[in-house]
Every structure is written in C-alpha cells, then in structure tokens.
C-alpha cells in the first residue's frame, strides 16, 4: 500500500486543464457560479455545467456536491463551499470540512484522481500557509482510512504559494 503522504502531488498551473477522475471547485452557497477558479471552472466546462448546478439547490459552507465535467478534461467536478475567513476557530473546522467532504465524495462516486485548488484562499482571504496546513492534514487523515484514492494533486496558480505547498508537504515528509 502507498503511503498517504507519497499520494501527495503539487502543480502549478490552470485547474480547469487537468483530465484527472475529479476536480474541486471552491463554490460559494449558490452554486450558480462566481469569480476566480468558480469561473474558470463553469467558462471551461460550458453553460451545461450551471444547468445541473441549478438542480442541486445550493450547499452549505463546509459541504461539498458532485456534477459532470462536461467539457472539461475531467469527469466530475465536485463543488465545496469554503469558510469566509475571519480568524476563527469555525474557519478551521469549517475548511477541514471542506477536504473530507469533497474527498469522500470523489472516493464514493470511485474517482481514483483529484485535484484542489486553494480553496478559500481567494476572495475569501484564508492566509495560504494556514490553508496549507489544513488541507494536508484533512487529506493526509482521510487517505489514513480510506486508500481507494490513488493521488491527491494541489493546483497552485502562483508559484510563490506552490512553493508554500511543496515546503509543507516536504517538512510533512521528513517528520
Ligand atoms: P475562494 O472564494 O474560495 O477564496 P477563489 O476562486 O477566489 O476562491 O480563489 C481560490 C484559489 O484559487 C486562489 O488561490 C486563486 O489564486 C486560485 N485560482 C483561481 N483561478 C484558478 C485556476 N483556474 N486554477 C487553479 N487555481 C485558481
């Protein structure tokens, strides 16, 4: 069996390119689209994509939903809504959420490959190193107990915060 942290893989680059099982969409409530790399996904993917969103009513922060890809290289495309962040506790627990949602999820529907951009690290003004930090533990925890996923791949789309992610993974890796 591979070990978690070996599933582990960081690029840099546009999300919407990437012909793995699953992307994530770092959504808001609606699920009707937005800015940053909610419009990059729904622009690539075509108008398709919004009508099956239409159908799913929303999710909560911390929540995650599964549609097609549609025109994109990947199969499925999985929404979570991050935290709005604001310094809290909640927002922690509310990103961790997020990663184990969207991770059950890719390993119910049988995806064996996905790919996170930063989620709430946006707009939503989650600081990258503490967002790093969740989002490897929360992965790390899951593939623990779970080992049908076979690679987690963080997309980075400045090279300065893929470099706070593979110094993160690294130091993960010696510990
Ligand atoms: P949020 O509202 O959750 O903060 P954003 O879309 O504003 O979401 O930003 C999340 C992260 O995604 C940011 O680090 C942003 O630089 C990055 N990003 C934006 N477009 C893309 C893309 N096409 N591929 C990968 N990452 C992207």
Avoid: W
Wanted: positive net charge.
């Amino acid at each position: 069996m591979t070990a978690p942290i070996e599933k582990l893989e960081v690029r840099q680059g546009d999300i919407t390119r990437l012909a793995v099982d699953a992307i994530v969409n770092a959504a808001n409530r609606s699920l009707l689209g937005g800015g940053g790399v909610d419009g990059a996904i729904h622009r690539a993917a075509g108008p398709e994509l919004l009508a099956e969103c239409r159908t799913l009513g929303g999710c909560p922060t911390g929540e995650a939903r599964l549609t097609m890809g549609y025109r994109l290289p990947a199969r499925y495309v999985i929404h979570t809504v991050g935290p709005v962040y604001r310094g809290r506790h909640e927002d922690a627990r509310l990103l961790t959420s997020c990663y184990r949602h969207s991770l059950a999820l890719a390993a119910q529907r049988g995806a064996r490959t996905i790919a996170f951009p930063a989620v709430s690290c946006g707009v939503y003004g989650y600081p990258i190193e503490a967002a790093c930090g969740i989002a490897v533990d929360a992965t790390l925890a899951y593939l623990a107990e779970e080992d049908r996923i076979e690679r987690v791949i963080y997309v980075l789309f400045s090279a300065s915060d893929r470099r706070i992610y593979e110094d993160h993974i690294a130091r993960r890796g010696q510990a």
